[in-house]
């Protein structure tokens, strides 16, 4: 399916346990980013990637982990789950475009519980 | 990125211009007005987007002040599926889209 998946698109795990929420994106976008939604709020972004290879910080990194080997894809890890971590994750993407263009293609979301 | 002030919630009757404000006081010349919504639990969605003209597409209208210190959202003819949460979000075409409290719009039959 063309667009922007994510998964799973729920999880519960337990403190202390590696998870890992997957990303992908079938337009060939170059940018790719990781938001959480905390409940009743805004989303924040964790990281960043403007390319294959190439991450960046958001403004709350701390506590995860992105690679992003191939284009379409852009996995978020989380090494160590806590229970502040619990939230609802998004993956976005973007085209590199005019500069003014930031309109970011977001997937359905994974609602992540941590135990 | 300069703030963004929006009040938490409205409501509109269906089938009404649905009218957002968004106060930017603080806004910089190069940086631009965005608007997303977003559903219930589902991912943001891009609205629309100006730096000093208004503009209009196939969803809305944006109309910024002169002085580009705030801006409105305009629905012309909400309908219930226009339900959601608007963020109005101020940017300079970098990576960081800052996500405020946003306005909750509950339209009603």
């Known amino acids: 399916d063309a667009g922007i998946t994510q998964s799973p698109r729920y999880k519960i795990t337990e403190t202390g346990r590696q998870v890992t929420l997957m990303c992908h994106q079938t337009?060939?976008?170059?940018?790719m980013f990781w938001y959480r939604q905390d409940l009743g709020h805004g989303l924040r972004l964790i990281y960043y990637?403007?390319?294959?290879?190439?991450?960046d910080k958001g403004e709350v990194p701390d506590g995860y982990v992105v690679s992003r080997s191939k284009t379409e894809n852009f996995p978020l890890t989380l090494e160590s789950a806590t229970r502040s971590q619990t939230s609802v994750y998004f993956c976005?993407?973007?085209?590199?475009?005019?500069?003014?263009?930031?309109?970011?293609?977001f997937g359905p979301g994974t609602r992540l519980t941590v135990l | 990125d300069a703030k963004t002030t929006q009040p938490p919630s409205m409501d509109c009757a269906e089938g009404r211009a649905a009218n957002l404000p968004c106060n930017h006081s603080?806004?910089?010349?190069?940086?631009?007005v965005y608007w997303y919504r977003q559903i219930h639990s589902q991912g943001p969605q891009y609205i629309i987007h100006?730096?000093?003209n208004n503009e209009t597409n196939e969803m809305a209208s944006l109309i910024i002040t002169e002085d580009r210190k705030s801006s409105t959202l305009i629905l012309p003819h909400a309908t219930l599926r226009d339900t959601a949460v608007y963020y109005c979000?101020?940017?300079?075409?970098?990576?960081?889209?800052?996500f405020g409290g946003g306005t909750r719009l509950m339209v009603k039959p």
């Open positions: 976005a993407s973007r085209d590199t475009g005019s500069g003014e263009w930031n309109e970011q293609f």
């Open positions: 337009w060939s976008h170059s940018y």
């Open positions: 990637s403007a390319a294959a290879d190439i991450t």
């Open positions: 603080t806004i910089s010349g190069n940086e631009y």
């Open positions: 100006g730096l000093k």
């Open positions: 979000i101020v940017n300079n075409a970098g990576n960081m889209l800052t």
